[in-house]
């Protein structure tokens, strides 16, 4: 398993340390099944076929298999992975707006697993999350996704099943969107951005009990009085962080050409923000999660910062020769593995240097590109107006994430009716942790930003990031009927309570969950 299900006090990690030490005989049998469990996993693992390069299928007919496979991340490191058609990413499927399309899936996991298209406004019966809009589909059975291609732009799909494990395993893949009148770019290139732990087996044994799921260590009244600001991921045991798969010299340059234009579609699959640095050239963002920006202006040296679920289109002119870097800033172990060569054919000189430590001012996304009034504003009326109070607490079994004080299920829905208009407020009362907010099967307009009204581009997103102590408000029409998930996409979040959902009154579904059935995990 790639990472471990954190979303822990750092305080914990004594304690559990402080608990494995009270009995000497406790630790050396953890070592020596430790031992076991890693020697078994490896044998097993070697057994599995190597994973290959991503695919690209088009068509209106596609075939999606998940399946297990070995990644070779680096020169050194090569983990068990999950994966859609052997690849991580998986392929990358590709449409034009306007087409029908039929994927059909089929499941070769040892597990149940589903498939839910990121960001993309799908019927809800084809939503893909276990127990709220189908079944998960067991080892061995298939299903067959259809939808229509409404909307142009760059996403993403992925397992909602367990979906902080099966992510963390490598199994999401990339839709692009082709709009029937596409400006064309010379290049047009998909970078997903992930983490990984290059010790898994040792780290799943050691910290097994610091998942959002399975908190039992210590005991919760002591826990209680736990000083809140310590809260927090661990996260350094995150150590390699890849581009579509790969760390550092094994990520694959991107080749240019002198005059080109050059598309760079990055997508966050992982659950870090990573902020990228673009040297020597001066680019635009043209989107944000898929949605055009309003005349975008151009900018250099400064970084994107891209939240988990999050995606960005960017665009430049290869108009300075020679080998730059595409890097993430930051000081982490792993942040020196995220980067990506820009070569220039036919030439070979190479001046750039990686400066992944130079502070440099962060993209504000609510100041950038031409203001103009969008679909919504702040002061017109509107038929329902929610609040969502984000925060971070113990319960008994250890840390949850809630909204408005309440974990998933029992969280207050947004209830709504076809056609209305909706506000919702959203603030981040966590001491620590960032909470990207991801609402399925619509868009939404953010408004402002702690109080303040945007004055950039109409910004029109599915996934919006907000730290400790920011309120944003945002708008968006119910347009869409169903049962929709409303949740953190620090998926370690979403299944320790940070779910909602948007539920149409006037939405009758045809699936009927079974509640005897134990085997959906929609979180």
Known sequence: MKKLLLGTVLAGVVAVGAACSNNSMQGHDMSKMNKEKTAKTSEVSEQLPLATNTEVLSGKEINLTAKEALLQINDKVKLPVYTYNGSVPGAQIRIKQGDRVRIHFKNELPEPTTIHWHGYPVPNSQDGVPGVTMNAIKPGETFTYEFTATVPG????????????????????????????????????????????????????????????????????????????SMGHDMSMYDIFTINGKSGSAVKPLKVKKGEKV????????????????????????????????????????????????????????????????ECHGDMEGTDGMKVKIQYEGQTNNTDK?????????????????????????????????TMDLGTAMGKDGMIFTINGKTYPETAPVNVKKGDLVKVKLVNNSPKD???????????????????PITGSPLIKDTLNLKPGE?????????????????????????????????YKDYKSDYIPNSNDTTNKPE
């Open 263 to 326: 598309r760079l579609r990055l997508i966050n699959a992982g659950y870090m923000s990573h902020k990228l640095h673009l040297h020597g050239h001066e680019f635009k963002i043209v989107a944000t999660d898929g949605q055009p920006l309003k005349d975008p202006q151009p900018i250099k040296d400064e970084l994107l910062n891209i939240a988990p679920g999050e995606r960005y289109d960017i665009e430049f002119i290869a108009n300075n020769p020679g080998e730059w870097l595409l």
């Open 434 to 452: 960032l909470h990207p907010m991801h609402l399925h099967g619509h868009f939404f307009q953010v408004l402002s930003k702690n109080g303040k």
């Open 154 to 229: 760059t996403y993403f799909y992925h397992s909602h099943q367990e979906s902080a494990k099966q992510l963390d395993k490598g199994l999401y893949g990339t839709l692009i969107v082709e709009p029937k009148n596409e400006e064309k770019v010379d290049r047009d290139y998909t970078l997903v951005l992930d983490e990984w732990m290059s010790n898994p087996d040792e780290g799943n044994m050691d910290m097994s009990g610091m998942d959002h799921s399975n908190m039992g260590h210590g005991n919760s009244s002591d826990n209680q009085h736990m000083d809140m600001s």
């Open 354 to 386: 990686a400066n992944a430590k130079e502070d440099l001012p962060i993209v504000d996304m609510t100041k950038y590109g031409k203001h103009e009034l969008g679909q919504f504003t702040l002061d017109q009326k509107y038929d329902v107006e929610y």
């Open 471 to 503: 309120e944003y408000v945002v708008a968006f029409k119910a347009d869409n009927p169903g049962n929709w998930m409303f949740h953190c996409h620090d998926l370690h979040h979403a299944s320790a309570g940070m779910v909602t959902e948007v539920k």
